[in-house]
């Protein structure tokens, strides 16, 4: 395998959830030691996450978790247990990079905040991301980032004018938020390589969601409107929707962008005759008659299907796409010359395709090659090999529950 | 305006060819300090013609849209399409770390500027290429758009309700998605450069990287022996409506994620304790998506005595996440987006001034901010081409008027 950009980079994963082990996995997914701090007393929640193998949960049944965390090693470690100090001491001295995504002062409870940190090991890079900052006053309010969502303004500006808001299901935040902490780290490090010094980074992921909605925020700090829902409509392009195809639930999207493009689609439908009509000349009469024209659009893909239409279109140069399914992209014949599907075997999950990372660099490319790991899958080569603890020593913590083997019960956890 | 602390990519040159599909990679690079040259052909950026604009006047320096992705950046005007034109880009090429441009498969080849070429003149080059699908594939010279990518990545199809169209997210977040990737890719690239001395170059797929707005569930789900032949996923019939489902209130709408008995049993307290809620059915999650249609009356009844915030605060004290849907007047006028600066104040000298969203996380120690407003056309060239790279002011008129700046 060819060189990864960040091999021999050491980082400890004390965060949970979806957004916070983005961060790590990203990392390791560009060659980075990544060890994932877990305990059976309180195990992931994205260990409770469907899709379960055979549809049966378990702690280690996860496709969702195990999605989330590949190329980590996994140990079992209880925070809480006045003897875990000595584990976190060796951790943090080894490490380069660690971060966090508990809600606010939960660190500093354990000893593990930054600023402890910092005493054990000065050139410590440490991310915390938390819903709204560790500081403010809503830094305390609990959720996930389908809240993020909702106080972000995506929600109230998806949907239909007359239709109450919506929103893509994802806790969309919760992806967008994990990039910008990634650029962060890699900064830090760049400037660590100079300095010598570490640094914290802290990200409320509502601010990393409103960027997202940007221009948005410009037309109300600047001309102080409102976004509203608007469906599928956008000022510039016409006709630009989803349009219904022969099938159950089946839906392509077609955005005609320019004249010449508008040309084209008449033609590829057959130019009927309300084509000519004078409504639909340029994009502004378009824009004014957009109901009927959608309807009308509408009416010709109902006899098609989308993978029909999708490529009648493309082939005459109109940007047209099927709203894809999990299958769809699954089969995707792009997406499978780019090699997006891997497949990875899992202890208990068995052999299954992932999602590859969208990372494509000529000389360092990004790799996934582990599953996410099983809780405490990696409990004897990091205590012994990483961190130097004694088969004594190791035997010791078992007893003691320093390191956990088992947990109460697997009840989702917020 | 900002803060004027070093930012970590302090003295790196970024060359940004991008229009408004892959501007917002190379701002992330300029948010970190990094000396950015915009590089617009003598028209414009396209860019500078996409709404919202200052007071609804379309102005090419007025964009709101193209004011934000191209904050920290200084802008020269360069035609590529002439001899002279690209032998100035090499003398940029020479003293720059990265290229950025969006322009489609075989573009760059044909001007003689691909990564091999460039590579020529300057051996430690990181060029990243956006494009709508890829450099190969079967399809390469397809078409994309925000809305194409967006359905074709498989994430639209989970927003909206049942049995009606699918719903697109405001704003770009397919491109935003495709050039916060590449962004990443190049940071990497100098940091891995820092050992090697070498260059790369980076590819970024609109449509494969909008995908990862998405749970990473899609695969696996239809892999092979996670879930086989079992139902679609819910979210896919576009059930998410029910199962963190929107209710209106007094003074707009919330939304509800209650996944446990527990959270579940907080919201009928929220809501009064209403005995129609307290039935023991209702505590079971898939009970309540099952019936969603139902129990939406039910709740409706109850939240509507009550404001965003009323609600919200109540969540927080009783245990179950409630969020207020707020407008974009809603957040900016947050205590917490207040209490944070989560917006900068940026003047901009045709259109004035705005706030803009900060960059979405704070160092302890170096600089991430917004130092200057968006560049004007060709507001740079004499800065960068006179100063910079020697030319004279005779020689900048007579480039002017062959139409290489």
Known sequence: ?414 | MGDERVGSLTGYRVLDLTDSKGAYCAKQLADLGADVIKIESPNGDPGRGIPPFLNDTPHPEKSLYFLHRNTNKRGITLNLGTEQGRTIFHTLIKKADVLVHNSPPDYMSGLGLSYEELKKINSEIIMASISEFGYKGPYKNWKGSNLVDFALSGTLITSGFPGKPPCVAPGSPAHDAASVHASISIIAALFMRGTTGEGQHIETSVHETSRMGLYPWVVPVYSYNTNPDGPPPMPETRMGASIYPVYPCKDGFIRVIALTPRQWDALVKVLGNPEILQLPEWRDFIYRIGNAADLYPLVVEYTRESTMTELFEAGSREGVPIAPVYKIDDFYNSPQTKARQSFVEVDHPIAGKGEYPAPPYRYSETSASIRCPAPCLGEHNEEIYSQELGYSKDELVALRAAGVL
């Open chain 1, 1 to 414: 395998m060819a060189k990864q950009i960040f091999e021999g980079l050491k980082v400890v994963d004390f965060s949970w959830a979806a957004a916070g082990p983005q961060v790590c996995r990203e990392l390791a997914e560009h060659g980075a030691t990544v060890i994932r701090v877990e305990s059976h007393n309180k195990p992931c929640p994205l260990r409770t996450f469907a899709p379960h193998k055979d549809s049966i949960p378990g702690i280690d049944r996860s496709a969702f978790y195990t999605a989330y965390n590949t190329n980590k090693y996994n140990i079992s470690l209880d925070l809480t247990h006045p003897e875990a100090g000595e584990v976190t001491r060796r951790l943090i001295e080894w490490a380069d990079v660690t971060g966090e995504s508990m809600t606010p002062g939960t660190m500093a409870k354990l000893g593990l905040d930054y600023e402890s940190c910092r005493k054990i090991n000065p050139g410590i890079i440490y991310f915390s991301t938390t819903q709204q900052g560790n500081y403010g006053p809503h830094r305390d309010f609990q959720g996930v980032g389908h809240h993020v969502n909702a106080l972000g303004g995506f929600c109230r500006c998806t949907g239909w004018p007359n239709s109450e808001p919506t929103m893509i299901f994802t806790a969309y935040s919760d992806y967008i938020a994990p990039w910008y902490i990634v650029i962060a780290i890699i900064g830090a490090l760049l400037r660590r390589r100079k300095t010598g010094e570490g640094m914290h980074i802290e990200q409320a992921q509502l601010e990393a969601g409103l960027t997202f909605a940007a221009p948005h925020i410009l037309d109300y700090t600047v001309n102080k409107r409102n976004a509203v829902r608007r469906g599928n409509r956008d000022s510039q392009i016409s006709p630009h929707g989803i349009y219904p195809c022969n099938g159950p639930d089946r839906w392509v999207a077609i955005a005609v962008t320019n004249e010449e493009q508008w040309a084209s689609f008449c033609h590829v439908i057959g130019n009927p005759e309300w084509t000519e009509d004078a409504k639909f000349a340029t994009l502004n009469d378009r824009k004014q008659n957009e109901d009927e024209l959608d309807q009308l659009v509408g009416e010709w893909t109902k006899e098609h299907t989308d993978d029909q239409i999708m490529k009648m279109m493309q082939e005459a140069g109109v940007p047209a796409g099927i709203v894809q399914t999990s299958e769809d992209l699954l089969n995707d014949p792009q997406m499978k010359h780019r090699e997006h599907s891997r497949k990875l075997e899992h202890p208990e999950i068995g052999v299954h395709s992932y999602h590859a990372p969208a990372y494509r660099l000529s000389e360092t490319p990004c790799d996934i090659y582990r599953a996410g790991p099983c809780l405490g899958q990696d409990n004897e080569y990091v205590y012994r090999e990483i961190l130097g603890f004694t088969n004594d020593e190791i035997a010791d913590m078992l007893v003691q529950k320093v390191i956990t083997t088992e947990g109460e019960s697997l009840a989702a956890s917020w």
